[in-house]
């Protein structure tokens, strides 16, 4: 099978990126980018990747889809919202971390996570040092925000993580962002990008 046929299927099969599942419009706005911190949040946690999206999606329906918001639900909102998910186990911890996330989203980018990145000044380790001030962005959550982001900005292309890379080997494509990236067009690098960690965790 020919690498081109390979990402095809992918993106046929599996190119659905997490914040579109979440019910993300992703666009470079302040609520969309807020959501998408939300949903990596949700993601950095050991808990399967369809109940941090489920878990998403029902704090955006309760109303928690800005820092405003969020910051002015109560703890018993957050953790009811993740309960109705099936976010167990961490959804105390997590309701915790979501409230002090949007008190500093709020306090240092007046809610605006486009002055993250006027402050990152076109750095992406640096965009990533900045994201995991966040509570429960870690690296791990810093690496699922660039690769969902890199559509809306581009300073953070290629961003492949290792998951993703591990099974773009498995499947005979190239280990380094930079040849993936010359797969696709760069609308399509987050939907490769998840195609690719789909897989993998399949």
């Known amino acids: 099978?020919?690498?081109?046929?390979?990402?095809?299927d992918l993106l046929e099969t599996h190119g659905q990126t997490y914040?579109?599942?979440?019910?993300i419009?992703?666009?470079?706005?302040?609520?969309?980018?807020?959501q998408l911190l939300t949903l990596c949040v949700l993601l950095s946690a050991r808990i399967k990747a369809d109940i941090a999206v489920?878990?998403?999606?029902e704090l955006f329906d309760a109303g928690m889809r800005t820092p405003r918001a969020m910051d002015e639900a109560s703890w018993q909102d957050r953790v009811?919202?993740?309960?109705?998910?099936?976010?167990?186990?961490?959804?105390?911890?997590?309701?915790?971390?979501?409230?002090?996330?949007a008190r500093l989203a709020l306090d240092r980018y007046h809610g605006d996570l486009r002055r993250l990145r006027d402050e990152?000044?076109?750095?992406?380790?640096?965009?990533?040092?900045?994201?995991?001030?966040f509570?429960?962005?870690?690296?791990?959550?810093?690496?699922?925000?660039?690769?969902?982001?890199?559509?809306v900005w581009p300073e953070?292309?290629?961003?492949?993580?290792k998951r993703a890379q591990d099974a773009a080997d498995g499947l005979g494509l190239p280990h380094s962002p930079g040849k993936l990236a010359a797969l696709v067009d760069g609308e399509d690098l987050p939907r490769l990008a998840a195609a690719l960690v789909r897989t993998r965790l399949a």
């Open 25 to 34: 419009t992703l666009r470079d706005t302040p609520m969309p980018l807020y």
């Open 54 to 57: 489920a878990a998403a999606r």
């Open 120 to 133: 990152a000044g076109g750095d992406p380790g640096r965009l990533r040092e900045l994201l995991s001030d």
């Open 80 to 101: 009811d919202a993740l309960g109705r998910a099936r976010y167990r186990r961490y959804d105390e911890s997590t309701a915790t971390a979501l409230g002090e996330g």
């Open 1 to 8: 099978m020919s690498r081109a046929t390979t990402v095809h």
């Open 19 to 23: 914040a579109e599942e979440a019910g």
């Open 156 to 161: 953070l292309r290629p961003a492949f993580d």
């Open 135 to 151: 509570p429960r962005i870690g690296p791990v959550g810093a690496a699922i925000f660039s690769r969902e982001a890199q559509g």
